[in-house]
C-alpha cells in the first residue's frame, strides 16, 4: 500500500497543481489578447469561464500539449480529493516522490511512462 500523504503534503500539491493550471490560462489569455484575433474583453470572458469549466472554444485554443496538460492537471486535483494522488493509474503503485515534485500532474510511476513511451516509439 501506498504510503499516506499528511494533510500539508495535499495542500502543498493542491496548491501546485493550482498554480500550473492558472499559468496555463493565464498565458492563453495573453495569447489572445496579443494576437488581437479577439476583443480583449472575449478573451477576458474565456478566461473567467475557463476557471469553473471549459467551453470548446477555450481548449480550441489552447496547443495539444497545454490541453493534455491541463487534463492531466484536472485528473490529478480530483485524484487529491480522493486520496488517490501519487499512485500510479496503471499498476496501483506509489509514484516516487521526486517524480511527483517535478510533475505533480502525472498520473503514471517512471515504470509505466518509459513503458508506454517505448510503445508510442515502436507505433
Ligand atoms: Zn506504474
Known amino acids: 500500500m501506498p504510503r499516506k500523504m499528511n494533510k500539508k503534503e495535499k495542500e502543498d500539491f493542491r496548491k501546485q497543481l493550482a498554480a500550473k493550471k492558472e499559468s496555463i490560462i493565464r498565458k492563453l489569455s495573453q495569447t489572445i489578447t496579443e494576437s488581437k484575433e479577439m476583443e480583449s474583453n472575449v478573451a477576458q470572458?474565456?478566461?473567467?469561464?475557463?476557471?469553473?469549466?471549459?467551453?470548446?472554444?477555450?481548449?480550441?485554443?489552447?496547443?495539444?500539449?497545454?490541453?493534455?496538460?491541463?487534463?492531466?492537471?484536472?485528473?490529478?486535483?480530483?485524484?487529491?480529493?480522493?486520496?488517490?494522488?501519487?499512485?500510479?493509474?496503471?499498476?496501483?503503485?506509489?509514484?516516487?516522490?521526486?517524480?511527483?515534485e517535478a510533475i505533480p500532474w502525472t498520473p503514471y510511476c517512471i515504470d509505466c511512462q518509459e513503458k508506454a513511451e517505448e510503445e508510442l516509439k515502436a507505433q
Do not use: M, P
Open 45 to 100: 470572458d474565456l478566461v473567467d469561464k475557463a476557471e469553473t469549466s471549459y467551453t470548446k472554444e477555450f481548449l480550441l485554443s489552447l496547443s495539444d500539449g497545454e490541453r493534455e496538460q491541463l487534463l492531466l492537471i484536472d485528473e490529478a486535483l480530483k485524484r487529491l480529493e480522493h486520496s488517490e494522488f501519487g499512485v500510479c493509474q496503471l499498476c496501483q503503485k506509489e509514484i516516487g516522490g521526486k517524480r511527483l
